[in-house]
């Protein structure tokens, strides 16, 4: 009998090491849960910035060639920073607040401009730039050979005072 428990053991053993063998991502505690296993394998990209500056941009744009004439005004924030990860080859990321959608655009990287766009709601612009200005802020984007895509800013580990 413990020949079989020994020998069930070894087979879970080794049904289990390949799963502990992908390598996390790094900064994989400030993921969500995966509660639908989407991210179950080891990310085919990652890109990982710390956050070293910002630009602000409201524009405002009219196309006078279009009949009744719509007027714009994209609200956008561009971050710049350093590549944290080793591979990363990420420079900047283009944060696009919408007013107007039910639903935001999926997370892209520009593997030519060296670019991420993200779409937020335009109710988290206050929330980003408040941690713009008060913490150190990182981007994440993660992409998984089953389609799977997350992207996210988050702070470091902050103490409470």
Same mark, same amino acid.
């Given at each position: 009998?413990?020949?079989?428990?020994?020998?069930?053991?070894?087979?879970?053993?080794?049904?289990?090491?390949?799963? =502990?063998?992908?390598? =996390?991502?790094?900064?994989?505690? *400030? &993921?969500?849960?995966?509660?639908?296993?989407?991210?179950?394998? =080891?990310?085919?990209?990652?890109?990982?910035?710390?956050?070293?500056?910002?630009?602000?941009?409201?524009?405002?744009?009219?196309?006078?060639?279009?009949?009744?004439?719509?007027? %714009?005004?994209?609200?956008?924030?561009?971050?710049?920073?350093?590549? &944290?990860?080793? @591979?990363?080859?990420?420079?900047?990321?283009?944060?696009? *607040?919408?007013?107007?959608?039910?639903?935001?655009?999926?997370?892209?990287?520009?593997?030519? %401009?060296?670019?991420?766009?993200?779409?937020?709601?335009?109710?988290?612009?206050?929330?980003?730039?408040?941690?713009?200005?008060?913490?150190? &802020?990182?981007?994440?984007?993660?992409?998984?050979?089953? @389609?799977?895509?997350?992207?996210?800013?988050?702070?470091? %580990?902050?103490?409470?005072?």
């Amino acid at each position: 009998m413990s020949r079989l428990i020994r020998s069930c053991a070894m087979l879970a053993l080794s049904f289990s090491l390949p799963l =502990a063998a992908a390598p =996390a991502p790094m900064h994989g505690q *400030f &993921l969500p849960p995966d509660d639908l296993a989407l991210r179950a394998e =080891a990310p085919d990209q990652q890109q990982l910035l710390q956050v070293t500056e910002y630009a602000v941009v409201v524009g405002n744009q009219r196309q006078s060639n279009q009949q009744p004439i719509p007027v %714009t005004s994209p609200l956008m924030i561009r971050l710049k920073g350093k590549p &944290l990860n080793k @591979g990363a080859t990420i420079a900047q990321v283009m944060l696009n *607040f919408d007013a107007e959608s039910k639903s935001l655009k999926k997370p892209v990287f520009d593997e030519k %401009t060296r670019t991420l766009t993200l779409s937020y709601p335009v109710a988290q612009y206050r929330v980003i730039v408040d941690l713009l200005r008060n913490d150190t &802020l990182y981007v994440q984007f993660l992409s998984y050979a089953n @389609g799977h895509i997350w992207a996210d800013l988050h702070t470091g %580990t902050v103490k409470s005072r």
